[in-house]
C-alpha cells in the first residue's frame, strides 16, 4: 500500500524556522514531482511548493517564497520542507503528496496519493 507520511510540524512562535519531513513507503517516488499544500478549517488548500522528479525546478507560492525550500532524498524516499521567518498567517495543516509523473505542479488535484497531514501552528 502506498503510503505518505508527514512529520516535523508543531508550535513555534513567529520567527522561527521548522523542517517538514514526507516519507513514501509502498513504492518507490524517485521519478514522481512531490508537492506540499496547506490547509485552514477555513481556506481552500493552498499550494505551497513543488519539485520535479529529477530533483530539479522548485516552484513556490508567492507567500512563501523566499523563506521555504523544498529538497529531496531520494536514498531515503524522502522530500522535506525547510520553513524559515515563519509567520503566524502560515498556520495550517501540511500535507505532502506525490504525482505520478515527473513534472511538476501547483493544481492540488494533479495529485495523488496524499499524507494525511502535520499540524503546524504559528504564535505572534
Known amino acids: 500500500q502506498v503510503q505518505l507520511e508527514e512529520s516535523g510540524g508543531g508550535l513555534v512562535q513567529a520567527g522561527a524556522s521548522l523542517k517538514l519531513s514526507c516519507a513514501a513507503s509502498?513504492?518507490?517516488?524517485?521519478?514522481?514531482?512531490m508537492g506540499w499544500f496547506r490547509q485552514t478549517p477555513t481556506k481552500e488548500r493552498e499550494f505551497v511548493a513543488s519539485?520535479?522528479?529529477?530533483?530539479?525546478?522548485?516552484n513556490y507560492g508567492e507567500s512563501v517564497k523566499g523563506r521555504f525550500t523544498i529538497f529531496r532524498d531520494k536514498d531515503k524516499n524522502t522530500v522535506y520542507l525547510q520553513m524559515i521567518r515563519l509567520k503566524p498567517a502560515g498556520t495550517a495543516v501540511y500535507y505532502c503528496?506525490?504525482?505520478?509523473?515527473?513534472?511538476?505542479?501547483?493544481?492540488?488535484?494533479?495529485?495523488?496519493?496524499w499524507g494525511r497531514g502535520t499540524q503546524v501552528t504559528i504564535s505572534s
Open positions: 503528496a506525490a504525482r505520478l509523473v515527473p513534472s511538476g505542479s501547483s493544481s492540488s488535484g494533479d495529485y495523488n496519493p
Open positions: 509502498g513504492r518507490t517516488f524517485s521519478n514522481s514531482a
Open positions: 519539485i520535479t522528479g529529477g530533483g530539479n525546478g522548485p
